[in-house]
C-alpha cells in the first residue's frame, strides 16, 4: 500500500479509489481532493527529474489535465494503488519532457559569499548538494527516474518496477548503472577541482 493510501485509510478519508470513480462521474470536489492529495507527490517527482520549477509545474498540470481524462482506465483488480498508478503518469510525462528538450542544459547559479564559519559550512554543504543534484541531472532519464523514485521518493523497488512498467531486477540494474555513474561523475569532478587549485 502507497504511503498516500496509508494516510488516506489512517485518516478515515475516502480512499483514493473511491474518489477516482467519482472523477470518472465528473465529480470536481472528489477531483480537488484527488489534486490535493497528490500535487506534493508530483511536484517532488517532477522537480527532482528537472530542477526547473516551470517544468514541474508543467509536468504536474499535464498530469491531472491526463488524470481527468483516463480516470476510467484505472483498474482496481491489477493491484496497483492509485497512488502508483498516477506516478506512472507522472513518470512517463517526465520521459517524454526529457525525450523533447535532449540537448538543453540546467544552469545553476553556485555564487555565495562567506560571512562566518557556519556560513561557510553551510555553503559546503550546499555546495555538495548542488554537485550531486547535477550529477544526478546528468543521469539518462530512467536511471534518474529510477534513483528519484527509490533514493528520494523512499518507493520499494517493486513499487519502482510498477510505475516504469519494468521488473524488479530492472530497477536493480538501473540504480547499480546511475550509482556507478554518479560515483565516477563525482570523482572525476573532484579530480578536477583539485587539479585547477
Known amino acids: 500500500m502507497s504511503q498516500i493510501n496509508?494516510?488516506?485509510?489512517?485518516?478515515?478519508?475516502?480512499?483514493?479509489?473511491?474518489?477516482?470513480?467519482?472523477?470518472?462521474?465528473?465529480?470536481?470536489?472528489?477531483?480537488?481532493?484527488?489534486?490535493?492529495?497528490?500535487?506534493?507527490?508530483?511536484?517532488?517527482?517532477?522537480?527532482?527529474?528537472?530542477?526547473?520549477k516551470s517544468d514541474a509545474e508543467d509536468v504536474?498540470?499535464?498530469?491531472?489535465?491526463?488524470?481527468?481524462?483516463?480516470?476510467?482506465?484505472?483498474?482496481?483488480?491489477?493491484?496497483?494503488?492509485?497512488?502508483?498508478?498516477f506516478y506512472r503518469m507522472v513518470y512517463n510525462l517526465c520521459i517524454d519532457l526529457k525525450r523533447k528538450e535532449k540537448g538543453t542544459k540546467t544552469e545553476l547559479n553556485d555564487h555565495y559569499e562567506s560571512k562566518d564559519a557556519q556560513a561557510d559550512q553551510a555553503f559546503d554543504e550546499d555546495n555538495q548538494s548542488k554537485r550531486v543534484r547535477k550529477a544526478v541531472?546528468?543521469?539518462p532519464a530512467r536511471q534518474r527516474?529510477?534513483?528519484?523514485?527509490?533514493?528520494?521518493?523512499?518507493?520499494?523497488n517493486e513499487e519502482a518496477a510498477t510505475i516504469m512498467e519494468t521488473t524488479v531486477k530492472?530497477?536493480?540494474?538501473l540504480l547499480v548503472r546511475a550509482r556507478k555513474t554518479l560515483q565516477e561523475t563525482l570523482k572525476a569532478e573532484q579530480a578536477l577541482f583539485k587539479g585547477s587549485w
Open 60 to 85: 504536474v498540470q499535464d498530469a491531472f489535465l491526463k488524470l481527468w481524462d483516463k480516470a476510467h482506465l484505472y483498474d482496481e483488480t491489477k493491484g496497483a494503488a492509485v497512488s502508483t498508478w
Open 137 to 139: 541531472m546528468t543521469l
Open 170 to 173: 530492472g530497477v536493480e540494474g
Open 6 to 52: 496509508k494516510h488516506s485509510a489512517a485518516s478515515g478519508t475516502t480512499p483514493d479509489a473511491e474518489l477516482l470513480k467519482r472523477v470518472v462521474k465528473g465529480d470536481n470536489v472528489a477531483f480537488a481532493e484527488v489534486m490535493r492529495r497528490f500535487t506534493p507527490m508530483a511536484y517532488s517527482v517532477a522537480y527532482r527529474m528537472y530542477s526547473q
Open 145 to 156: 527516474a529510477a534513483l528519484i523514485l527509490c533514493h528520494f521518493e523512499g518507493h520499494s
